[in-house]
């Protein structure tokens, strides 16, 4: 009986297409290696996004490939992740202790776009992921509610601060500073300043992902982090109406000039359920974020239900990720989360942290 080879196993790799990378592994570069040694083989597989509610699922399937292969006994297929800094906009440093900043826009308020951003990232720490999360919204802080943290935070050395921890997220806002009630009277400049205080002063523990929720519109906070704040990729968040969609575009522009790429759109409240009847009814019109990936040529990251329930637990303090895991919201804003790491994964990496510093002294 003829040996089996590496190139074989490595054919019936690539008839995989991941659904979140949209290419098959081999293509991607994370299969690390592959061991034939009589009838078995053994493949490594490093993929550069969290997949802890996925690995599994990836590994059967490709045993069951591998083991299809003429002359192969049993196979063993080890799936792991490792996150990776990617590459920002030019002439930004990179933040110690983050490795990636994912931000989160909208165009218009009202769109959901805070939920989503809490969701998403208690959706990465769920996939495996180190993840934080930086309310950017000076005016109407919304976070420390949403993941149910209280007090202040801590500061050891009187200059920086620690940021405050929940549900496996680490978290930062200027609603942790100031009393819930109390106005931000604030302009612009001191807006920006204080979006820069809170990213840069924050001691941020060894992160793989920073999500920052941005409040809505295209002014000053967001070209403050659109041009001084090293970001690896936006998410915009729309709802299927028209006037939404409108102003999507215009926050998904922003990031085009400013040279941040778009990682995809997530379209909220695309349906609504009836409570009673189960009936399903598109209230705000249909397909509206998918027509408008489609043409802007971006990511279709998921559609999420018009459902009383996010609401309610964001509310109380515990996201529905948290909330109810196993439902099936949860498991969109788990999907979402994968889409939008891997689709981050595939662009370039960061090298600034490798390069040495050159320092001029006059001795």
Not at 18 to 42: Q, T
Not at 289 to 311: C, N, S, T
Request: hydrophobic share 40%.
């Amino acid at each position: 009986m003829a040996e089996v080879s590496q190139a074989q196993v490595e054919s019936a790799l690539k008839s995989y297409v991941d659904p979140y990378l949209e290419k098959d592994l081999v293509s991607a570069k994370c299969v690390k290696d592959i061991r034939v040694n009589g009838g078995r083989a053994e493949v490594d597989v490093v993929l550069g996004f969290p997949a802890s509610g996925y690995a599994d699922e990836l590994a059967a399937q490709l045993k069951s490939l591998v083991e299809g292969v003429e002359g192969v006994d049993s196979a063993e297929v080890k799936v792991e992740s490792n996150i990776v800094s990617h590459a920002v906009q030019k002439g930004v440093e990179p933040i110690k202790g983050i490795k990636n900043i994912i931000a989160v826009a909208s165009g218009k308020g009202g769109v959901g776009k805070s939920t989503t951003a809490v969701n998403l990232a208690l959706a990465l720490a769920a996939e495996g992921a180190r993840v934080g999360i930086l309310d950017a919204d000076i005016y109407g802080p919304s976070q420390p509610r949403m993941l149910g943290v209280h007090g202040k935070p801590e500061s050891k050395d009187g200059k920086t601060l620690e940021p405050m921890k929940n549900h496996d997220v680490q978290a930062m806002s200027i609603g942790f500073l100031v009393d819930e009630e109390t106005p931000m009277i604030w302009r612009g400049p001191m807006v920006t300043q204080a979006l820069q205080q809170l990213l840069n002063d924050t001691n941020w523990d060894d992160l793989d992902y920073l999500v920052v929720d941005l409040p809505p519109g295209t002014g000053d906070t967001q070209l403050t982090l659109a041009q001084q704040v090293p970001v690896s990729g936006a998410v915009i968040v729309t709802t299927p109406q028209d006037i939404a969609l409108l102003d999507a575009r215009k926050g998904l522009k922003m990031f085009e000039k400013v040279e941040v790429p778009v990682l995809g759109i997530v379209e909220n409240m695309s349906i609504h359920i009836c409570s009673n009847c189960g009936h399903e009814e598109h209230i705000f019109g249909e397909g509206g974020g998918k027509r408008m990936a489609e043409q802007y040529e971006v990511d279709f990251l998921g559609a999420l239900p018009l459902d009383i329930r996010i609401r309610e637990e964001t509310d109380a303090g515990k996201p529905t990720v948290v909330a109810e895991p196993e439902s099936r919201i949860a498991q969109i804003y788990r999907e979402i989360a994968r889409r939008t790491a891997a689709r981050l994964s595939q662009q370039g990496k960061n090298y600034a942290a490798k390069f040495p510093k050159i320092v001029i002294q006059n001795n």
